[in-house]
């Protein structure tokens, strides 16, 4: 039955808790979540001012602007455009910011720096 | 314009296209069908069935994931929605689309790193296996079922409008035919032969809606101001343009309005068939990339929503609409006929077919994963059971999985459609969300925690909707004529979402047995690096 027989990965004898103890592998996670966490916080109460208004605010919604335009379809659609653009910064900050330093650690486990035992060359002078 | 005009002519046109129709849906069907087989010859490991061998790339993926997600309830719904409530039926689509925000952020890459076929994989990780898996898999086949029966019910009431099939005999039939071809996509095809659906689908459907939009945006000279004064006019009604026709009326029904938007925004990243797509790539960066192609697809075809309902308001009329078979569903068949003539008509409507047979056959394939990998594999024969067997059980569970949805689809026919995906999302958002963010980012997390709200978030939002007046007390109630009714909203979101949260933590802060820190670092560690991720499977 092919692969899936094979040993699940190579990394079983791994020792996470050191990897997760690194300053490489801290400064990831600092990255990751630092950028995540508020920006999740921005779009979400962004989207709820967004719901709010548009129940609680109907008189300030209908504002027409120009034409038939009015406040809340230019609302609306700039939650298209921000879902958009925080999109694009996610994709440029983790291209630049994560997916090299998680590449690095990755392959420092697969050369198997971080094995059970301590009896392995700890990554030389870096 | 006098839309008035267009009427009755247009409502008996509806049927004489009828052939037409059937002639472009059996094309669909047919090319599929070639693409299903050829996609099957090397489905042989587990990996390969439940997770397409995890060879597609992020674009087709995300065009996957659109497929799957822009549903019957998405196209039609919406556009109906808008064209009869104008701006409230486009809030729907914000929420729909800003979610994903919250599978792009939190979920997706790290789900694709530390699981492997589906959602119990990653919330098990680090807790203790079976009682987390057998909470996460009812949670996933509760979701799969209200969404599977949303979208047979809809079968239902498509039929009616666009094969001109009003009897409730004939109306069976093509459901059943319907859940016959889906049970043949997954039993054959696996997850490489229903994402190959999904993803024929989504081109046609998006082209479909691009075309239609560029016709309606011409004939106002493409300026979107002419477009939403025609519709109003058209409607009578200057608050077409504004919020609050449909959910403003009442303080109860603005409270119910802000439940649907907490549901709709948490619900996407925590529905079973959305995560389950994200296996099928090879690496957390595809993953990432799959979710940017379906925001994009996805928000471009929600602006085109926009136009479609407005146009249909405006070229069709509200009247006309309500008072097709089909109802609110008929704005974008009907505005298709305006625009194009019966072949506009009959490609709509087949790609309207489409789109049920490839949200089906996703919603399938993610029950029977989650029966046979979670339930039978890893808890009824503890892990001993080799992958053949496995797979053998997730094809059996398929055949099982496709009758019910057609006898559930034939009972549940005539039900309102847009609820039964707004309670998926619910339970979804309920259920599932809380566990999934608390086990990814939350180091004290345990298993108490994790049994208590994905149980109670479940449970909460179950009986909440059974005692509302979606369920009885109202006259669009499931049960007119009994009324039991003491929750007065018909979404549970604001409800059992923060209670699911709470019980999570709570659960977690009077647990006594503390969780092993090695699997915590193991499981940090491998979703933020994508070490030891399974890979793709090279034949």
Redesign the interface.
């Known amino acids: 039955?092919?692969?899936?027989?094979q040993p699940?990965?190579?990394?079983a004898s791994?020792d996470?808790?050191e990897?997760?103890q690194t300053e490489r592998?801290r400064t990831?996670?600092k990255r990751?979540?630092s950028?995540?966490f508020p920006?999740?916080v921005i779009?979400?109460l962004w989207?709820?001012a967004?719901?709010?208004l548009?129940?609680?605010a109907?008189a300030f919604?209908?504002t027409k602007v120009?034409?038939?335009?009015?406040i809340?379809?230019i609302l609306?659609l700039l939650?298209?455009v921000t879902?958009?653009g925080?999109?694009a910064w996610?994709?440029s900050y983790?291209n630049r910011k994560l997916?090299p330093i998680?590449a690095e650690?990755?392959n420092e486990?697969?050369g198997h720096e971080f094995d059970k035992g301590g009896n392995v060359i700890r990554g030389g002078a870096k | 314009m006098n839309a008035i005009m267009v009427p009755a002519v247009e409502v008996a046109a509806l049927k004489d296209t009828t052939l037409l129709n059937m002639g472009i849906f059996a094309l669909f069907v047919a090319v599929t069908m070639v693409i299903v087989f050829r996609a099957s010859r090397n489905n042989k490991t587990a990996a390969d069935y439940y997770a397409a061998g995890r060879s597609f790339t992020g674009s087709q993926n995300g065009t996957a994931i659109a497929g799957d997600y822009l549903s019957a309830a998405s196209f039609l719904g919406i556009t109906g929605a808008i064209a009869i409530n104008g701006y409230d039926g486009f809030l729907y689509s914000i929420g729909f689309l800003v979610a994903w925000l919250v599978a792009l952020l939190l979920v997706a890459e790290l789900l694709r790193n530390t699981g492997k076929f589906t959602m119990a994989d990653v919330l098990s990780f680090r807790l203790r296996q079976r009682p987390v898996r057998i909470a996460a898999a009812l949670s996933t086949l509760a979701v799969c079922f209200f969404y599977l029966l949303a979208q047979m019910a809809g079968a239902g009431s498509l039929i009616s409008l666009l094969l001109g099939i009003s009897d409730w005999g004939g109306q069976a039939l093509v459901i059943i035919v319907v859940g016959a071809l889906m049970i043949m996509y997954v039993l054959i095809g696996g997850m490489k032969g229903t994402t190959w659906v999904q993803i024929i689908k989504a081109i046609l459907l998006i082209a479909g809606a691009a075309v239609m939009t560029a016709m309606v945006l011409a004939i106002y000279g493409f300026n979107l101001s002419n477009l939403l004064g025609s519709a109003a006019e058209a409607a009578n009604n200057p608050n077409v343009l504004n919020p609050g026709l449909q959910y403003g009326k009442t303080e109860t029904s603005k409270l119910d309005f802000m439940s649907l938007g907490l549901a709709l925004v948490l619900g996407t990243a925590a529905l079973p068939h959305v995560l389950m797509r994200f296996y099928t790539v090879p690496t957390a960066k595809e993953a990432r990339k799959s979710v940017v192609w379906a925001i994009w697809l996805i928000g471009l075809f929600y602006l085109f929503t926009l136009v479609l309902g407005y146009g249909a308001a405006a070229l069709v009329g509200a009247e006309t609409i309500k008072s097709a078979p089909g109802g609110v569903n008929s704005a974008a068949p009907l505005l298709a006929f305006h625009l194009g003539g019966p072949l506009l008509l009959g490609f709509i409507s087949a790609v309207a077919f489409a789109t049920i047979l490839a949200v089906v056959a996703g919603l399938t394939i993610t029950a029977a994963a989650s029966f046979a990998h979670d339930i039978y594999a890893n808890v009824i024969s503890k892990g001993k059971a080799d992958a053949g067997t496995e797979v053998k059980v997730a094809r059996r569970t398929v055949v099982v999985i496709g009758v019910l949805a057609i006898l559930g689809g034939i009972f549940a026919n005539g039900q309102n459609v847009a609820f039964l995906v707004a309670l998926a999302f619910a339970v979804a958002a309920s259920a599932n969300l809380p566990t999934i963010v608390y086990s990814l980012f939350w180091k004290k997390f345990t298993t108490q925690g994790a049994v208590w709200s994905m149980y109670g978030g479940l449970a909460a939002a179950i009986l909440l909707i059974t005692f509302s007046p979606v369920v009885s007390g109202a006259k669009t109630s499931m049960i007119p004529g009994a009324n039991f009714a003491f929750f007065p909203l018909s979404n549970p979101g604001i409800v059992s979402i923060p209670l699911a949260f709470f019980l999570g933590w709570l659960g977690t802060v009077l647990d006594k047995r503390r969780e092993d820190p090695a699997k915590q670092a193991e499981m940090e560690v491998r979703s933020l690096t994508g070490i030891g991720a399974e890979k793709a499977v090279n034949h």
Request: charged content about 15%; hydrophobic content about 50%; proline content about 0%.
């Open positions: 039955m092919g692969n899936e027989a699940q990965d190579a990394t791994v996470f808790q990897v997760q592998f990831l996670r990751h979540r950028f995540v920006m999740a779009f979400l989207y709820f967004y719901v709010l548009a129940d609680y109907v919604m209908s120009w034409g038939n335009i009015n809340g379809l609306g939650q298209f879902t958009f925080i999109t996610y994709v983790s997916d998680a650690i990755r486990i697969e």
